[in-house]
């Protein structure tokens, strides 16, 4: 069982244009991650969110946790060629407990590809 | 501060081998994961180890072990090798309670013919 799903699973855009992608689930999580993985390395964390409805800015990316935790979404502005990538999500111990447990859960991913 | 550092980089085994990958994280940081990566399932957790105590165990079978050592170090071992054991294996460290952020290596690519 997929516990939280990322749509869409692909996307191809033009450099410049804005792009948006989510990631769902029907669990709550302490925490949500998003990391950005390129072909042949590993994960990179971008930004951790773990306050209901907290948006976090990172130059041109806005990330925001769902007010009930479970869902989360990823904005990118006048996106760039290096913006290319894997985009994951990862949700942190489930239930909300937040108590010791390191495993996240990680969605499939977004594959985006930014077109010059 | 040195990244997560995973060895080897690349593996070629054949059915029914075994195989040891390792794993170096952050300094300082305490616990350490594993994760397959498969085009199809995605990233799937393995183990986690803290203070040299697996806490947490993925749903595969007793084919794949770990453990971690005094200087947080870890190896992961997969025994009878079979074609579908072929993926990206990945090793995160984290700091310890409190932190729920984890530093991925650059990963190992297992390859099973």
């Known amino acids: 069982t997929q516990l939280l799903e990322q749509s869409p699973q692909f996307l191809s855009i033009q450099e410049g244009e804005n792009l948006t992608v989510y990631c769902n689930s029907s669990s709550v999580f302490s925490s949500l991650q998003w990391y950005r993985q390129e072909p042949g390395e590993g994960p990179v964390l971008l930004v951790t969110v773990v306050t209901g409805g907290e948006v976090k800015k990172l130059k041109r990316l806005t990330f925001q946790f769902g007010d009930a935790r479970k869902d989360s979404s990823l904005h990118i502005t006048a996106a760039q060629t290096g913006d290319t990538g894997l985009y994951l999500c990862?949700?942190?111990?489930?239930?909300?407990?937040?108590?010791?447990?390191?495993?996240?859960?990680f969605g499939k991913g977004t594959k985006l590809s930014v077109i010059p | 501060k040195a990244g997560v550092t995973q060895t080897p980089r690349y593996l070629i085994k054949t059915r029914g081998q075994q195989v040891t990958l390792s794993c170096s994280p952050i300094?300082?940081?305490?616990?350490v994961s594993w994760y397959q990566q498969t085009p199809g399932q995605g990233l799937q957790f393995l183990f986690e180890?803290?203070?040299?105590?697996?806490?947490n165990k993925g749903n595969f079978p007793g084919r794949f072990s770990g453990r971690q050592f005094s200087n947080s170090r870890s190896e992961m071992n997969v025994s009878t090798l079979e074609l579908g054991d072929s993926a990206l294996y990945l090793c995160?460290?984290?700091?310890?309670?409190?932190?729920?952020?984890?530093?991925f290596g650059p990963g190992t690519r297992l390859t099973v013919t």
């Open positions: 300094s300082g940081h305490r616990s």
């Open positions: 990862a949700g942190g111990p489930r239930g909300g407990s937040g108590a010791g447990s390191y495993q996240l859960t």
């Open positions: 995160a460290s984290s700091p310890g309670p409190g932190s729920y952020e984890q530093y």
């Open positions: 180890y803290f203070s040299e105590t697996q806490r």
